[in-house]
């Protein structure tokens, strides 16, 4: 089992920054590749970006490339999102999430087989 607890969430005008981290704890979290979604209301999750389990691959949405930065930390349990140039469009709830591989770091199997946590709202303010 592995618990993701996210934080850093808040309220920021836009073209700010914030960072969102993910703290897991449980076994093996080395070696899971690592992702952020996101789901704004009314609105399907989407995936913003991932990382593999040593950091060497990366993913992002075509929506936040450029802006966004998806690390990890594995002495630490940690990964990060650094979100900067915050458009009002980039409001939603964050999540993080756990799974084998970068291939498999879809919602289905994410609920499947993986692991989410609980969310952090993000806000941007025009």
């Known amino acids: 089992q592995v618990q993701l607890v996210e934080s850093g969430g808040g309220l920021v005008q836009a073209g700010g920054s914030l960072r969102l981290s993910c703290a897991a704890s449980?076994?093996?979290?080395?070696?899971?590749?690592m992702g952020w979604f996101r789901q704004a209301p009314g609105k399907e999750r989407d995936r913003v970006a991932a990382?593999?389990?040593?950091?060497?691959?990366?993913y992002y949405a075509d929506s936040v490339k450029g802006r966004f930065t998806i690390s990890r930390d594995n002495a630490k349990n940690t990964v990060y999102l650094q979100m900067n140039s915050l458009k009002t469009e980039d409001t939603a709830v964050y999540y993080c999430?756990?799974?084998?591989?970068?291939?498999?770091?879809?919602?289905?199997?994410?609920?499947?087989?993986?692991?989410w946590g609980q969310g952090t709202q993000v806000i941007v303010s025009s």
């Open positions: 449980g076994r093996s979290f080395s070696s899971y590749a």
């Open positions: 990382i593999t389990w040593n950091g060497a691959g990366k």
């Open positions: 999430a756990a799974s084998t591989s970068i291939s498999t770091m879809t919602i289905t199997s994410i609920t499947a087989g993986g692991y």
